[in-house]
């Protein structure tokens, strides 16, 4: 059985114990279940302390790190020659010199995959050593091969570099039903959008509103809830409401929501809408899904790949109120039910836990057959 070491170099300084990295990093982490039998499996990870430990069946071995750009633990690698592995994937392309000394220490033998988080290139120095980095990859998971074209333009992704297209998180969320969740979350009528996000420019809050604002001349009884996190961009969505009655009266701001909460509201809004600028992959789209909730999404490349290029949902250029404007007006003529029906089906199939590991357990036999 091929032997897979998951490693992530960042430090979780905050956790005292496994537990809260389960809780905190579910989405991430829940493909693991999904390996039993198929892969020898394991997670080294960096935090305030160090265990081994077992969290569903799942070896978790944690050891002390930091998070400078030069930390280096010997005891983490170490531990990894010790384990033997045929193959290590590395969490996030902005640990060059780890992965330099990973390569270094542990030989040529080891397949080494680095996976991409919806980082950005360095510059200076520091891009010049994740180019060296790249280069002792054997490949590289993206969730999208559209992500690694500033990687590329930058040169520290080679243009014949092995990239695979592997979703770096999903969700267990499912649908609840949709009379249930909107008494629940107190949202009525029959046309309720829903944005999930920080409030700040690339989220973009204000175009999603500028085009709602369009779309409401259309269609005044529909609703747009807007749950957010950190206030950033606030004021000027608050400024933005007050120039229109219309519009205030249509956009309610809920604030922040607990997560255990959001499938009512995914579940009970007809389509969620987003602004992204760039995403890595996009959980919050994966959670809507995940319900049913109909995603109208910016045309970048982590959201075409989700969405299979607006097969399952709708897509529309970056910070473009207009456009946005004229995809809500025609849903008019969209079968609702049926198109939400499919979106479930489409998350099920190929963007699930399981479909993260059976790309993974795909991926290793090809490598190793090599």
């Not at 935090?47 to 069946?57: K, L, N, R, V, W």
Request: hydrophobic share 45%.
């Amino acid at each position: 059985m091929i032997k897979l070491v998951d490693l992530t170099y960042h430090s979780h300084l905050k956790y005292t114990r496994p537990g809260q990295v389960m809780e905190n990093h579910a989405p991430a982490l829940a493909f693991a279940p999904y390996l039993k039998d198929r892969l020898d499996f394991m997670f080294v990870k960096h935090a305030s302390f160090e265990q081994h430990t077992f969290i569903d069946d799942i070896p978790y071995h944690f050891f002390r790190g930091g998070n400078k750009f030069w930390s280096l633990s010997l005891k983490t690698h170490r531990f990894i020659k010790k384990v033997k592995p045929d193959i290590i994937l590395v969490q996030g392309l902005v640990f060059p010199i780890q992965v330099m000394f990973l390569r270094l220490f542990c030989g040529k033998k080891i397949k080494l995959i680095i996976q991409h988080h919806g980082e950005l290139p360095s510059t200076g120095v520091k891009g010049r050593l994740q180019k060296i980095a790249c280069n002792m990859a054997d490949a590289f998971f993206f969730t999208s091969a559209g992500n690694t074209t500033i990687w590329k333009k930058k040169n520290i992704l080679g243009h014949d570099a092995h990239v695979m297209e592997v979703l770096e998180a999903s969700t267990s969320f499912k649908p609840i039903d949709k009379h249930t969740s909107k008494i629940y979350t107190g949202i009525t009528g029959d046309t309720n959008f829903i944005w999930v996000g920080h409030f700040n420019a690339n989220k973009d809050p204000l175009t999603v509103i500028a085009g709602f604002e369009q779309y409401i001349k259309v269609k005044p009884s529909a609703r747009l809830y807007m749950i957010y996190q950190t206030e950033s961009l606030l004021d000027l969505v608050k400024k933005k409401l007050a120039l229109n009655p219309a519009l205030f009266n249509a956009v309610v701001l809920v604030g922040k929501i607990a997560n255990e909460d959001m499938p009512y509201w995914f579940s009970a809004a007809d389509f969620y809408l987003s602004g992204s600028h760039k995403e890595g992959s996009g959980y919050a789209l994966l959670e809507a899904m995940a319900c049913g909730c109909i995603p109208i999404v910016t045309a970048i490349p982590s959201y075409q790949k989700i969405t299979c290029g607006g097969e399952y949902g709708f897509l529309y250029p970056v910070a473009d109120a207009h456009s946005l404007a004229n995809t809500l007006i025609s849903l008019e003529k969209v079968n609702r039910k049926k198109l939400a029906e499919e979106v479930l089906a489409h998350f099920s199939q190929n963007l699930s836990f399981k479909t993260i590991a059976d790309d993974m357990v795909k991926i290793c036999s090809q490598l190793m057959a090599k």
